[in-house]
């Protein structure tokens, strides 16, 4: 303790370096616990906008009937929750009067929503507003929902309609691809943080080592150098945990920020328990002790000797786990439901496997680059790093090794945000123009929609503003039919002979690898009852929503089941799992690319510890400042040619095995434009860290040339 007490500048600066490294990683690990638990915390507290409970076959004075959809506004999703509500029924949870029929009770940010748009285009949808929903039943204050009075018989009727039993429905959090990729997206964050710990402890084990020797030399025991280094490391690791713990309650607030599905976190929800806060601390001291003494132990048996310490060359057993969780996702991708196993457990497993193994196989792919370019290496700079690359090629690879996972993690994540439908799953041709909008009936319900009752509320509706065309499909118990004239009047690429023609896969015309109209025997659509209206638009915001105002609010329409334009009713097939992953994706880019940084700096300047002696001497007989430049720049840029493009590479087939094996009707699009941005943003922050390591090296050097003149 008098060693670490009254020690040089240095000591303390070191002790800075390694403290500030540790609080880094441990405020990462904070962030993603609090963050899985708010999610969670929101999950629960919204759950009963989705509420469970059984079929309703004929509607009950005396039960709560309830049917729940989605509404769609300007691309915003509302929950839309149609409800019976007798006083002998269960009642709403939190609600004390729930709303009339013909009245609604909206969250606040939709009745902020609603105030702000005129009635036609939103507020006309529900009726009369009675009341707001208290704001800590909502998952977070920019939850969009509303409760809409009915009548038992109205919502019977509904696709959706359920007799409530009670309001206990099932959490988002509970589906279990969602729970997989979370595992999956921690796993793969916590990759940087971990080695930002690492590496910030083996700067403390660089710096001691000469230390070391020399104490070893003048009679110091073995055991007294490994008591040196497990008090230097617990004190610097218990500093840092202290300093992490304290920033993230200090950066709380700032997640908050952090848009989720478009919804905000609560602050209340962002919490961490005190036995976790423990936890997390115990792990970190424990594992920074365990890691100075073993180092201490090593550099202690090298105390007698100045001789240059070099690695064994890397084996090709090193790629052999990373092949393995590599072929084993392609094997869960292709095995699919056949899996003895539940998918998503095979998932994280082999996904598990395939980031460790990437790590592992690091040194071995960096031995071969340095091999590479040592055969063309003919600079002073370039000799010095390819022997360096080619000898110690494990440490080498820590240098880069959080760039390289920073590589592998943006590419996994801007590919994962990609994921949607799979197009081929909607391979039919398109009927529905991307300017119209359309409300679906059943033709087969026990009292069908009345045609003739439509005809004054479509003949006003074609005076609405931005209405270019009402078209009137029908249907019965085999399908949808259109004439040829309003099939003509949709803008159809094909229309087949025919006065009526049927319509395959439904209205939004989602049939896999058919064409959207068939020819029929039909000759007329006289009796049949309508089974859609569609409205085309002049393709503004605004003619879409007051559209879909006016067919939301037609007689005898399902409003749970929503008015859809055909790119709203594909992208409806993602939900919300894909729109979550998607921001969560991008805010982890920027947590790995600046968590990368960090380790390339600090690794750097440990090599430096490490090479001190031999670079002051060489600086000594007359190496420029140039050439210490270039070789820190060439050992940085020579692995990371060579693990980066196989990186980047398995970040994108890793996402494609990821979601298409967790949903076989999903597929992955090119790289998000975040991608090119955040690799951009890594090749500044490496040459940034590049110019500080030089900067800290000439310090260094100077300081062990002056000792050694």
């Known amino acids: 303790m008098r060693l670490l007490t009254f020690g040089s500048r240095g000591i303390w600066g070191r002790l800075a370096a390694i403290a500030a490294g540790v609080a880094a990683g441990v405020l990462v690990v904070l962030m993603l616990i609090a963050g899985a638990g708010a999610m969670e915390a929101r999950d629960l507290r919204g759950a009963w906008l989705h509420p469970s409970g059984t079929a309703v076959s004929a509607p009950s004075a005396d039960e709560t009937v309830v049917a729940t959809g989605t509404d769609i506004f300007q691309g915003h999703r509302i929950s839309r929750m149609d409800a019976s509500v007798p006083d002998s029924g269960i009642p709403l949870p939190g609600i004390s009067a729930p709303p009339a029929p013909g009245d609604y009770l909206a969250s606040p940010a939709l009745v902020e929503l609603i105030t702000a748009t005129p009635a036609d285009r939103l507020g006309d949808r529900y009726g009369t507003f009675a009341g707001e929903i208290p704001a800590e039943l909502l998952p977070s204050p920019d939850t969009l929902a509303v409760i809409v009075g009915a009548t038992p018989e109205s919502v019977a009727v509904m696709r959706s309609a359920l007799a409530v039993t009670p309001f206990d429905g099932q959490t988002f959090g509970g589906n279990e691809n969602y729970q997989a990729l979370a595992v999956v997206g921690a796993i793969a964050l916590l990759m940087p943080a971990f080695l930002l710990v690492s590496v910030a402890t083996s700067l403390g084990a660089a710096a001691r080592s000469e230390r070391n020797q020399t104490l070893r030399t003048i009679g110091a025991s073995g055991r007294f150098l490994v008591r040196t280094a497990a008090a230097e490391a617990g004190l610097s690791a218990a500093i840092g945990a202290a300093v992490g713990i304290a920033l993230f309650f200090i950066t709380r607030p700032l997640l908050t920020l952090l848009r989720v599905a478009g919804e905000r976190l609560t602050l209340e929800d962002l919490t961490v328990d005190i036995g976790t806060l423990v936890l997390v601390t115990l792990v970190v001291i424990v594992g920074s002790v365990f890691a100075a003494t073993w180092s201490a132990r090593r550099s202690g048996a090298q105390a007698t000797t100045t001789q240059a310490v070099f690695e064994r060359a890397p084996r090709f057993w090193r790629v052999v786990p990373f092949l393995v969780g590599l072929l084993a996702l392609i094997g869960v991708r292709v095995a699919g439901s056949a899996l003895p196993i539940p998918a998503t457990i095979a998932v994280i497993a082999c996904f598990a496997v395939l980031a460790v193994g990437l790590v592992i196989a690091g040194p071995y792919i960096t031995y071969l680059t340095g091999r590479v370019y040592a055969a063309t290496a003919t600079s002073g700079a370039g000799v010095l790093a390819s022997r360096r690359i080619v000898r110690t090629p494990a440490a080498v690879f820590r240098s ?174 993602d939900t919300n799992l894909a729109i979550q992953f998607a921001e969560i994706g991008r805010f982890a880019i920027v947590i790995a690319t600046l968590l ?58 890793t996402a494609w095995l990821l979601i298409t094996s967790l949903s076989a009707d999903r597929t992955v699009g090119w ?38 003149e």
Do not use: K
Request: net charge negative; charged share 15%; no cysteine.
């Open 400 to 573: 880069v090794a959080g760039l390289v996972a920073a590589t592998f993690l943006v590419s996994l994540f801007a590919t994962a945000v990609t994921a949607r439908a799979d197009a081929d799953s909607f391979g039919s041709d398109v009927l529905l123009p991307s300017d119209a909008v359309a409300v679906e009936f059943n033709p087969a319900a026990e009292h069908p929609v009345d045609e003739a009752v439509l005809v004054d509320v479509l003949a006003a509706a074609r005076q609405a503003p931005g209405v270019r065309d009402v078209i009137v499909a029908h249907g019965n118990v085999d399908g949808t039919f259109l004439t040829s004239d309003e099939a003509a009047r949709l803008g159809a690429a094909a229309i087949p002979d025919g006065p009526v023609l049927s319509v395959v896969g439904g209205i939004f015309s989602l049939a896999p690898d058919t064409a959207a109209l068939m020819s029929t025997d039909l000759t007329h659509v006289t009796g049949l009852p309508v089974a859609a209206v569609i409205i085309r638009t002049d393709g503004t915001p605004a003619a879409i929503e007051r559209v879909r105002t006016i067919l939301l609010t037609l007689p005898d329409v399902d409003p749970s089941a929503g008015a859809w334009t055909r790119g709203e009713f594909v992208s409806n097939a």
């Open 596 to 653: 990368a940084a960090s380790v390339l700096v600090m690794a750097t300047i440990a090599a430096l510890y490490d090479r001190r002696r031999t670079l002051a001497l060489l600086r000594l007989i007359g190496m420029p400042t140039t050439t210490l430049r270039g070789l820190i720049t060439r050992e940085t840029l020579v692995p990371l040619i060579g693990v980066t493009a196989i990186a980047a590479g398995t970040g994108y087939l």
């Open 671 to 708: 790289p998000d434009p975040l991608m090119p941005i955040a690799l951009i943003a890594t090749a500044v922050m490496a040459a940034f860290a590049i110019w500080i390591a030089s900067f800290a090296g000439r310090r260094l050097l100077r300081r062990e040339q002056v000792r050694y």
